[in-house]
């Protein structure tokens, strides 16, 4: 991963990481289990539920659609931590201000 960010960025490419814990930390309120939040992604986005797949057992693998979730996770993640300008100001303005940082307001407010 880092090799591929450095040649992003020696193309001009702004790279962004987070960390699992991030992602976790961002969706707190809604769960912090890879279902409970792909459940929560699906509740909110209408067109992820069909590819929502049922609770796994413990004994069963994960299932193939669940990175969809983990996509979609991943840029609510990223949208949440945007800078959001306000009105009159260009593009100055504050980090996301619903605490904890909710990506489905964040998106919304990106619009």
Do not use: N
Not at 16 to 39: H, L, N, P, W
Not at 103 to 108: L, N, T, V
């Amino acid at each position: 991963m880092k090799e591929a960010a450095a040649i992003a960025e020696t193309q001009g490419v702004e790279v962004a990481a987070y960390s699992r814990r991030r992602e976790r930390q961002v969706f707190r309120a809604k769960g912090r289990s890879k279902d409970a939040i792909a459940a929560s992604i699906a509740k909110e986005i209408p067109a992820f539920r069909p590819w929502l797949p049922r609770k796994r057992r413990i004994w069963e693998s994960e299932h193939h659609s669940m990175a969809i979730f983990e996509a979609a996770a991943l840029a609510l993640v990223h949208y949440g931590s945007l800078r959001l300008p306000k009105e009159g100001q260009g593009d100055q303005g504050g980090r996301c201000k619903f605490p904890p940082c909710d990506p489905f307001r964040r998106a919304e407010a990106l619009g």
